[in-house]
């Protein structure tokens, strides 16, 4: 049989640590498109929001004002946070998991906002309608923001099993023992 010398091992260990960080570095990089991707469609919809809002002044309906207002500051204030998380992800790389707690939180709410808009209504607005491209867009580019941020966060956990020295299979088991 043949045997693994310990500098062999330590070989294989270091290449599938490097595998694995790579992969979570790709990941990483991933996230932060999907974060400012989505900063880029909410600014979209203000100025969308921005252009009815002129052309309605321009008729002259004034009862839509306020609305468009509302719905022109929500948008700007939502792209402007996925601008802080896409910089905040960046800087804090795998070091800390709450960039990518928050940004997970975020973008549910924000789902959570689009379905309350959409069924029971928001103060103001009231209940909307139309569900255009973009809306579909940015509820998956949010769906997916929730799912790479979970994985994210699961990541920088089992590294931080790891340099413990906590096996990650059944950790669980040897606890409930």
Known sequence: MYELSSYSLFIIYAVNVYLGMRIQNIVLYLLALLLFSNAVVYLIVAFQEYGDLVEFQ????EGETQEKQLEISVFVGASLLYLGLFIW?????LKNKNPYLV???FSL???????????????????EYYVGKI???SKIL????????????FAIRSMCLNEQGIPQSNSRKSEIE
């Open 58 to 61: 321009q008729i002259g309906i």
């Open 89 to 93: 992800v960046l800087k804090s790389r």
């Open 103 to 105: 940004s997970a939180v």
């Open 109 to 127: 709410v924000m789902i959570g906002i689009y379905i309350a808009s959409r069924t029971i209504g928001v103060p103001i607005v009231g209940v």
């Open 135 to 137: 809306d579909t867009v």
């Open 142 to 153: 949010q769906a997916a923001i929730i799912g790479v941020a979970g994985y994210l966060i």
